[in-house]
């Protein structure tokens, strides 16, 4: 395995995304990668063209994506696109059973790449979590009236995290390969 330094760009909201690009951050590196994470905001031009292999991700909240991670995305199309790149999508949609749910969440890693032109090579969406401890009246109330009219979780004493962590494992694999 030859070593590579792989950028992890990312943002997040209530911080689940965050917390799938640090599992990432930490699978890589035991493989022996040099591995930076940050917020796109907070990344410049040069920190991407330094990168062997830039790995973005963002989340989606009522349906859209995060607006930062799609302007980024955006603005850097031509510099992902000109190296292995990945893209990661953390949303709740994802872990639903409904039989219509995969296609939404297809739709939502199509619609990215339509809005930004850029194509990765690899793109992966991952089930987000209700955290509902750390969520504010309002939005508590909110997500609790959804989830009970989509039979979902209605404990609002407890977080409820769907990230199936191996698929996450499995991704940070597939994309060192890259």
Sequence with gaps: MNPRRIDIYYETIEGQTAAVAQRMKARLEQAGHEVRVARCRDTKTGDIEQADIAIVGGSIHAGNHHTRVLE???QHAALLSSKPSAFFLVCLTAHSGKPEAPGIVA???ETF???TDWKPRVSKAFAGAL???QYGFVKR????TINRKEGGETD???DHVYTDWQAVDAFADEVSTL
């Design 156 to 158: 609002v004493t407890k």
């Design 72 to 74: 980024f995305a955006r």
């Design 131 to 133: 955290l509902y401890t």
């Design 113 to 115: 790449a339509q809005k």
């Design 107 to 109: 739709g939502y890693l």
């Design 141 to 144: 109330k909110i997500m609790e």
